[in-house]
Structures are given as C-alpha cells and as structure tokens.
C-alpha cells in the first residue's frame, strides 16, 4: 500500500527529529549524563508522588494503606466546596496572595532601576549585599526579629508610638493589621533576592539605546520609560506568570511561624488549613483534596497568563 505524502513527510520528520537526537547525544554524551540527576530527582520526587493523588477519592485510613482503604468517589471535593470554614480560608488566601502580587511584585523592579542608576559601584554592591542577605535567613529568625520589633511590651515601633503620643499596637493579635505584618516582613526578606534577577535583565540591554537617547535630549526619566522598562519587560513577564502559579500558596511557612489562634480569621490561608487538618485532625483525604485543588487552579492559572501574555504581548514562557 502506497504512503500518502503527509505520512511520508510525518515519517521523514520523526526519522531525521531521531537521527539529530541521537548525533546531539553522541556529539555531547557528557552534558546529558548530566541531566540524568535531575531528572531522576524530578522522577523521584516530583512524578512518583502523584500517586498519591488517589487519596483525594478515598476514605483513607493510615493502618489500611491507599489500597485497601474504600473509594468515596468526589465526596471529599463536595465536602471541601460546601465547607464554611474553607470559605473563609480560600478568601484569606487570595487577599494576601493579592496584597503581595500588588505591593511587592513591582517593589523588585523599582528597587533594581533605582541600583541601576547609582554610579558609585563600591555603594552600590554594599547596599545590594545588605539589601539581599535577609533571604538567606529562615523564616523563624525572620519572626523572631518581627516579634522583638513589633513587641507590645519594648518593641521599638511601640516606642515610637506611645512617644508620639499613641496607643501602642499589638500588631500580632489584631486582626486589622496583622496582614500589613504578613507583607511588610515578606517584602523586607525577599525583596533583595529578587532584583538580582532585574539586575541581570539589565546587561541584555543595548548600552547605545541610552547614548542615542542622550543625544536626542531624553532625560533619565524618560530614558527609563522607553528603553529600560521595554528592556526588561520579557523578564517582568516571565516572574509574573510564574507568580500566578502560587497564588494560592500565600507563604505557608512565613504564616505557621507568625499566627496564632486570635488572628486564624484573617490569616489561615490553605497551606495551614492543610496542615491544621491534616495533621492536627488526621484528616488526610480531605486534605489532599484540598491540594488537588490548589494544585488545579494553579497550573489553570500559570497556562492562562502565558496565553493571555502571548495573545496581546506577543511573548510569554513557551
């Protein structure tokens, strides 16, 4: 039976797509015995896990094991939409995830434009050194350090306030501002970490767009406007798009170190939903459920910014 000419050029492609494989592989057999690490770390630790997704659709008992534990079909996910208390969680965990997408994503970028244009290099690397060391520390010291500051009881910010003339502010037992804690402490942490990725942009920028700039009487502000903004707005994409996709995490570990019981209303985000319930209650299929979910939404999220990205900006992460 003679091939059609679309089969034959299918089999054409796959048969030279093979062939310029295996010559990459022969031609550079030590970088991709390289990439056997990770990969089988990302099998290992990414992929095989998944199997534990069937939990979500089981009545899991820890003694009876995944196997033997009894299908429930989607009753854990209908539990986890007619849940009250999820409701309550899922809003917290949007308005904070909202509260640093709106404050501290663009906080990176500035901060890196205002480096970019210092001159003295020597000021320069010290204030970025300064500036980033707090990601290196964990979030326990990070709280520890919030607490001493924030303190009722000698912090200095209450200090501040009652020598002005305040009321001093326990700002980790008020529900009003204890999310302003949440926000300011992540943006101090991780702030510095991530204008190394704007500094970087920066070099891929073409120094002569700012020498014909000058030379057409554009001043510094307007110089940021046209060329170093456009210059780094692939890069600015690329973290917003991945920033969706932890939406609906929130920082579940800066969260555990810092609530407690007098803030869980605006503060118990899904992460520490899982783990009160989860751990705390044992309820370990409603739970994985709830990460299915989140999970979900995610990935749901991750794909939509990249197609609304590449549909009216032209660029996006694949």
């Known amino acids: 039976m003679r091939q059609s000419a ?13 062939q310029q494989l ?3 592989i022969l031609k550079d057999w030590d970088l991709y015995l390289l990439l056997i690490p990770g990969i089988l770390f990302v099998l290992l630790f990414k992929y095989t896990p ?22 429930v079909g989607m009753d854990n996910f ?3 939409f007619t849940s009250d208390e999820f409701g309550v969680v899922f809003v917290n965990t949007l308005i904070i995830s909202l509260l640093k997408i709106l404050i501290l994503f663009p906080l990176p970028i500035v901060v890196a434009i205002l480096m970019n244009e210092m001159k003295n290099m020597m000021f320069k690397r ?8 707090p990601h290196f520390l964990s979030w326990v010291i990070v709280a520890g350090i919030f607490i001493d500051i924030l303190s009722v009881n000698g912090g200095m ?21 204890f999310r302003s804690v949440l926000v300011s402490s992540a943006g101090w942490k991780e702030t510095g970490w991530g204008i190394i990725v704007y500094l970087a942009a920066f070099s891929t920028i073409d120094p002569q767009l700012y020498e014909a700039a000058k030379m057409d009487g554009a001043g510094r502000m307007k110089q940021i406007w046209h060329i170093t903004l456009p210059g780094i707005l ?16 929130a920082g579940t570990e800066q969260i555990m170190v810092m609530y ?24 370990y299929s409603f739970t994985t459920a709830v990460g299915m979910f989140e999970s979900v939404i995610a990935f749901t999220l991750v794909v939509t910014g990249n197609s609304l990205s590449r549909r009216y900006l032209q660029r996006g992460i694949w």
């Open 6 to 18: 679309s089969e034959v050029k299918v089999s054409n492609s796959k048969r030279s797509y093979g």
């Open 22 to 24: 295996r010559s990459d």
């Open 50 to 71: 998944m199997y534990g997704l069937i939990i979500a659709f089981k009545d899991f008992n820890i003694f009876d094991g995944m196997a033997a534990s009894p299908w």
């Open 78 to 80: 209908k539990k986890l």
């Open 126 to 133: 010290t204030i970025q050194t300064v500036i980033y060391l």
């Open 157 to 177: 910010v209450n200090k501040a306030l009652v020598w002005i003339g305040m009321e001093p502010i326990a700002f980790f037992m008020e529900s009003s501002v």
């Open 234 to 249: 692939p890069t600015i994409l690329l973290m917003f798009i991945l920033r969706l996709g932890s939406v609906l995490e």
């Open 260 to 283: 407690n019981p007098t803030v869980y209303n605006v503060s118990d985000v899904i992460g520490t939903f899982v783990y009160r319930m989860g751990l705390g209650n044992q309820d």
